[in-house]
């Protein structure tokens, strides 16, 4: 039996991998190869790592975790995992059919995006479509932009890319009612509104050209900023019985502890109750990972000498 098994070679889980390497902790990385991120040029707003490709990004991490020989990176995919009947641990099966065990358990497998039905985004995306300003926002400046969508959510970004930009274009993909203080907020940022629903992206290669409504002429646009919705790469977390929110999100304590005792989450997989959204940062998902294999670290540390865990989830 290993210590830990790591479900996941993202950044969330090679950094976790690390941080246990470092803690001489046995530790088996299960890595399926499928990055969230991997259809995006670069990666950005990682002091160190700004405007480094995705790939590069891993396969640095990875180089750097031959240091450590307590440390195990497989090429596998994570297909089911279970309590072992002793309640000691836990057995993992791959795909092709290999068990692995450990005394506990870090997932890091991250989310897949599902895209709006938008004629041609699938190309587009991490390329000339994005989701977050903070990743790809000042790639964009002095470009047309558009933001799609007219929740207020999609409202707020419009304005936070009102910085970027002296040319951005709310689509609300249709009728949208914006109350007056918002609509006033836009007309004083300089953002104008297209109510018609969007139908495509033009583009040459990855390259957006415009947007496209049913109705009225299409406006050229360099970059597009979309809402994408979400579920969970990896099928653990519900075979668990991890506790989950409805945007199918793992819930998670501030330590990284998920409802089952034993198992822990990092990454944009899991967030806390106080956080509303995923956090999809690259450098904010490595940091999870070093915080959720620090406190794993600690609950091995009370097995291993019989001490209380410092992190412990207090009782309610």
């Known amino acids: 039996m290993t210590e830990v098994i790591v479900v996941g070679g993202g950044p969330a889980g090679l950094s976790a991998a690390l941080t246990l390497g470092r803690a001489h902790r046995r530790t088996l990385v299960l890595d399926s190869g499928q990055g969230r991120n991997a259809p995006a040029d670069a990666v950005h707003n990682f002091f160190t790592r700004d405007g480094t490709p995705p790939a590069e990004v891993r396969s640095i991490a990875r180089e750097q975790l031959t240091a450590y020989p307590t440390v195990e990176v497989r090429d596998a995919e994570a297909v089911s995992a279970e309590r072992l009947a002793d309640g000691e641990g836990f057995v993992v099966r791959q795909a092709d059919g290999?068990?692995?065990?450990?005394?506990?358990?870090?997932?890091?497998?991250?989310?897949?995006?599902?895209?709006?039905?938008?004629?041609?985004?699938?190309?587009?995306?991490?390329?000339?479509?994005?989701?977050?300003?903070?990743?790809?926002?000042?790639?964009?400046?002095?470009?047309?932009?558009?933001?799609?969508?007219?929740?207020?959510?999609?409202?707020?970004?419009?304005?936070?890319?009102?910085?970027?930009?002296?040319?951005?274009?709310?689509?609300?993909?249709?009728?949208?009612?914006?109350?007056?203080?918002?609509?006033?907020?836009?007309?004083?940022?300089g953002v104008a509104v297209r109510a018609e629903r969007v139908t495509r992206f033009e583009a040459t290669g990855d390259k957006l050209e415009a947007v496209a409504f049913a109705e009225g002429d299409p406006i050229p646009r360099d970059a597009a900023f979309v809402r994408s919705t979400w579920t969970q790469r990896s099928p653990l977390p519900g075979q668990l019985g991890c506790a989950t929110f409805p945007d199918n999100t793992v819930e998670i304590s501030e330590f990284h502890q998920t409802s089952v005792p034993g198992v822990y989450a990092a990454g944009d997989m899991a967030r806390r109750a106080t956080v509303p959204i995923p956090l999809a940062a690259v450098v904010a998902a490595a940091a999870s990972g070093t915080v959720a294999a620090s406190v794993l670290d600690q609950d091995l540390i009370g097995d291993d000498f019989g001490l209380p865990n410092p992190f412990a989830p207090k009782e309610k």
Do not use: N, Q
Request: proline content about 9%.
């Open 98 to 189: 290999t068990e692995e065990r450990a005394k506990r358990l870090l997932m890091a497998g991250g989310l897949v995006d599902h895209l709006p039905a938008i004629g041609g985004v699938e190309a587009l995306w991490g390329h000339s479509v994005f989701h977050c300003p903070y990743c790809h926002g000042f790639e964009s400046s002095g470009k047309p932009i558009a933001v799609i969508g007219g929740e207020p959510d999609r409202i707020r970004l419009a304005l936070h890319l009102s910085r970027f930009s002296g040319d951005v274009v709310l689509c609300t993909d249709g009728p949208a009612e914006i109350p007056p203080p918002l609509a006033d907020a836009l007309r004083e940022a």
